[in-house]
């Protein structure tokens, strides 16, 4: 059954289009976020060496022609351990990102829709953590919880839970006074389904682009965690810890730190610059620009 | 003004209270017994039982909960399990180091990105926006790490224009000043690209209003215009934006401090991480907790300095 | 009225063929074409026009208000006191705008800098056109606020503009835009956002001031009601276009365009039966339709083929002086040279 009405405006893929081709920061931003994501799912492939091989007589070699970005303190090659921790960000961030846009979202929904006691009790909570620092909270929450991967993706959706809860209620609000919202109740459909079978599309919108932002977001904050100590553990890759690793040769071996930052910041260049493209093509004042 | 001075402090108070309760409930969440992850799986009875009484672990929880208010607000945070100091004397030591870092790093971010952000909306869509937004976004790219690193080695390890930080830095108030310029360019940096960003967003709003052009239609002159009816109405959002920025600026500048090997709160944070100091842990967070309820108290007054629809309820 | 013996005195506004286009799509479109008018001391001179047919958009190009990123003034002439507006750089307009010439808007709510007194916006113009000192323009602007009639002028000079009713804004507007004595005051509808009873006083003050100064006033309306009680001349707008202009009377006792004889039957008359309300068949051409001739003539009843063919020039209507239509059927250019 289709939702009772879908509010006028251009479809989602209609919209990407138009931005792509009006906006080229934007397109180029989805385009090496594209190579990024396919570099990431086919590490395997492209990767020559095993990441976590080490190989301790070819310790610290600058890039050649056999290590292409060369090796670090354990022999281990530096092209391979990127690769292989793009998939690692990436995994980490869409996966904490999904959890916070479902969790946040559902919030935000249920404030918006009830209104009264359960929207103040829950926007005082979400205020409540949108004063704390992203970092800082995802931080205690590792250090709570244990660093493992999946620890480090529910510490990082619960850093993003706040904003999506607040995105995804401003627009509830709105809508819930529209006729065809009073059309279903008379019609005896219950709140769930009022909430998510026809309420929700039409905030989807908004959501996905928040969500496009804020992986940028998820993404720094997973290299920041690792960078202190505090991401996935070693051996396995992450740009964070191999910065951490390398912190400690960086005179020697400048390589260590240099391409994994250039990595992360390929990658939230790009994020942002999709992010920001997405949200001036649904942003109704920009549109006759 | 003064009625609603005092009606933010009051309100302040509860918000605290229940700040400090979600933190109380995060550390107590943890899976697992701190005693067994401090002590290790073969601890003996005697041990664990042991350090429960020593960490306040043997009592009911609402019981804990009321030990925990009443300590943190009579100022008891405990004591350091490595060091054995109280862990108050600790961030006592520190936080000058902090707050000068982060008063910094906000005065630089406003002094800069405020007029930045004038002038990309005044000149939008031109070269000089152009070149603005592309900083901008450069800055927000950069994790506070990676723009640390960078800084240390082009200035302190390249250049050598700025020495590479040691402990011994501090007892001086010159080499004080040379150890906080680059940390303090890091974030300041990084506040500036936001602030930039929500300064241009924010006057671009407030130009399309009728007040402006009625202003326009005064005679104005339109530098004036700009910065006595724009800006001033665009103020508004903006100290919102950056009242939710200082909480960035607080993680960041744990990065900071790390980078740079610099005393200060993160510091201190990450140093208990790493030996599973519990007390220092909590109390951390609770030092957080005081910092942001702080910092959102700074916030509600200026907007009464700013927004005299506030002022006058 | 033209009288040989007493020549009418110079206007104080004259404009001639304004065009202003604006940016639709990427194209320039005229959103008004070739108005020619002009207002003389202590006279108001009333244009009248329903949505989107160009008269608020005159009275920004007149004060060159018009943001450059959307419109732009294609051609014309503007003359205030004789001198050329279009000529004068952004600088010298700035030193006309509220001193020589002022505007007031239509919305008294959103008109206001919400975040400066009303004292002190009234002094701002005596300070920047009179370089008066902050007493002498506190001074001054509580005079405004009494002028106006503020109540308790004295302690509401500090208050806020959110602390007003929109009566009272509306009066802080006309205090801030008389407060240099302008020559020349453009009221874009006023009164359309006020109640009735407030409407009545603003129109009365307004009447009252304009007198007091012997000031030129361009009074911009779709309310053809308001302009029977303030007006001296009439300018009715459409599609961009002047299509008739006279003195009040004759333009209610002999509308000439079909436009305005619609326009004036489609109002409710209490003493007219119900039943005769007519409104106006069919809707005004957008911006973005570009025709060859009359913009009305798709709903004119007495359309004709050369009506569609090109655009009549204003002309004169015989046996009424100094009134003009543009209508190739009830105002034929038998003679162009008395169109002055």
Known sequence: MTALALLPGISPLRRLARLCWRRKAASFGAAVTLLVVLAAVFAPLLAHQDPNEQDILAQLTPPSAEHLLGTDTFGRDVWSRILHGARISLFIGVASIALAMAIGGLLGLLAGYRGGRTDRIIMSVMDMMLSFPSLVMGLLVVAVLGPSMGNLIIAIAFTAVAPFARIARAPTLAIKQRDFIEAGRALGYSDARLMLRHILPNILDEILVLGSLWLATAIRTEASLSFIGLGVRPPTATWGGMIRDGFENMLDAPWLVIFPSIAILVVMISLNLLGDGLRDATDPKLRNE | ?313 | MNNPRHPPAAPVLAVENLSTEFRVQGRWLPAIRDLSFSVGRNETLAIVGESGCGKSITSLSVMRLIPASQGRVARGSIRLDGQELLALPEAGMEKIRGNRMAMIFQEPMTSLNPVMTVGDQIAESLRHHRQATRAEARQRALELLEWVRIPSARSRYGDYPHQFSGGMRQRVMIAMALACEPQLLLADEPTTALDVTIQVQILALLAELKASRQMGMVFITHNLGVVASIADRVAVMYGGRIIEQADVRSLFERPTHPYTEALLRSMPRVDRPRADLRPIPGQVPPITEELPGCRYAGRCPLAEPRCLRSVPPLAPVAGSPGHLARCWVRAEPACLEDAA
């Open chain 2, 1 to 313: 003004m003064f009625l609603y001075t005092l009606k933010r402090l009051l309100l302040a108070i509860p918000t605290l209270l229940g700040v400090l309760t979600i933190v109380f409930v995060i550390v107590r969440i943890a899976p697992g017994d701190p005693a067994i992850v401090i002590l290790g799986e073969n601890a003996t009875r005697d041990a664990i039982e042991q350090l429960h009484a020593q960490l306040g672990l043997d009592v009911p929880i609402w019981q804990q909960y009321l030990n925990f208010m009443g300590q943190v607000l009579s100022g008891d945070l405990g004591r350091s399990m490595i060091t054995n100091r109280p862990v108050l004397s600790e961030v006592w030591r520190v936080l000058p180091y902090t707050m000068e870092l982060t008063v910094a790093a906000l005065a630089i971010g406003i002094a800069v990105g405020l007029p930045l952000g004038v002038i990309a909306a005044r000149h939008r869509n031109k070269a000089a926006d152009f070149v603005i937004r592309c900083l901008s976004l450069l800055g927000l790219s950069f994790p506070a790490f990676i723009s640390a690193i960078l800084l240390l080695l082009v200035f302190s390890i390249q250049l050598k224009w700025l020495p590479v930080i040691g402990e011994a830095s501090y007892a001086d108030p010159d080499k004080r000043l040379a150890a906080l310029i680059l940390p303090a360019l890091n974030l300041g940096l990084i506040m500036v690209a936001y602030i930039t960003r929500v300064t241009r967003s924010s006057m671009l709003n407030v130009i399309g209003e009728d007040y402006i052009r009625t202003a326009r239609a005064k005679g104005v002159p339109a530098r004036w215009v700009i910065w006595r009816h724009t800006l001033r109405n665009a103020l508004i959002p903006i100290v919102t934006v950056i009242g939710l920025y200082l909480g960035v600026l607080i993680g960041n500048s744990v990065l900071t401090e790390i980078v740079f090997n610099r005393p200060g709160l993160g510091k201190l944070i990450v140093i208990a991480l790493n030996s599973r100091d519990y007390p220092t842990l909590q109390a951390m967070l609770v030092i957080y907790a005081f910092v942001i309820v702080l910092a959102n108290l700074f916030t509600d007054l200026m907007y009464g300095v700013i927004d005299p629809k506030v002022r006058n309820q």
